[in-house]
C-alpha cells in the first residue's frame, strides 16, 4: 500500500512561485511513475508531471512546460513540484499521485494512488 501527504499549497499573486512536497509511504515497488495533477472547479483531473523513479526520467503536460519542475529525493521519500510564474489559471487542487499509467501523454496519465490533495490559489 502507498500513502501520499502533500503539502506546500498555498495563494499567491499571478508570477509568483509555489513549491509542492509529497511524503511517499509504503512500497512503490513496480509502482514506480509518480507525479502530480490538479482538478480545478468544475474540470476533471488533469495530469501536470510525472518522474520515474527508476530512470529519473520526466514528463510535462505542456501547460507545466517550461514553468514546473517535478523532482525527487529518495532518501526522504518525498516528491516536490516547483512552480514557477503561476498564472490565475492555475488555480485548483493539486494531488500527489503513484502507479501512473498513461505515460507519456499528459492528456491520457491516470493513477491507482492519490494523496487528498493542496489547493493552489493564484490571483492576477
Known amino acids: 500500500q502507498v500513502q501520499l501527504v502533500e503539502s506546500g499549497g498555498g495563494s499567491v499573486q499571478a508570477g509568483g512561485s509555489l513549491r509542492l512536497s509529497c511524503k511517499v509511504s509504503g512500497s512503490i515497488g513496480y509502482r514506480y511513475l509518480i507525479g502530480w495533477f490538479r482538478q480545478a472547479p468544475g474540470k476533471e483531473h488533469e495530469g501536470v508531471a510525472a518522474l520515474s523513479t527508476r530512470s529519473g526520467e520526466t514528463y510535462y503536460a505542456d501547460s507545466a512546460k517550461g514553468r514546473f519542475t517535478i523532482s525527487q529525493d529518495n532518501a526522504e521519500n518525498m516528491l516536490y513540484l516547483q512552480m514557477n510564474d503561476l498564472k490565475p489559471e492555475d488555480t485548483a487542487m493539486y494531488y500527489c499521485?503513484?502507479?501512473?499509467?498513461?505515460?507519456?501523454?499528459?492528456?491520457?496519465?491516470?493513477?491507482?494512488?492519490w494523496g487528498q490533495g493542496t489547493q493552489v490559489t493564484v490571483s492576477s
Open positions: 499521485a503513484a502507479d501512473l499509467g498513461g505515460v507519456p501523454y499528459a492528456s491520457t496519465w491516470w493513477a491507482n494512488y
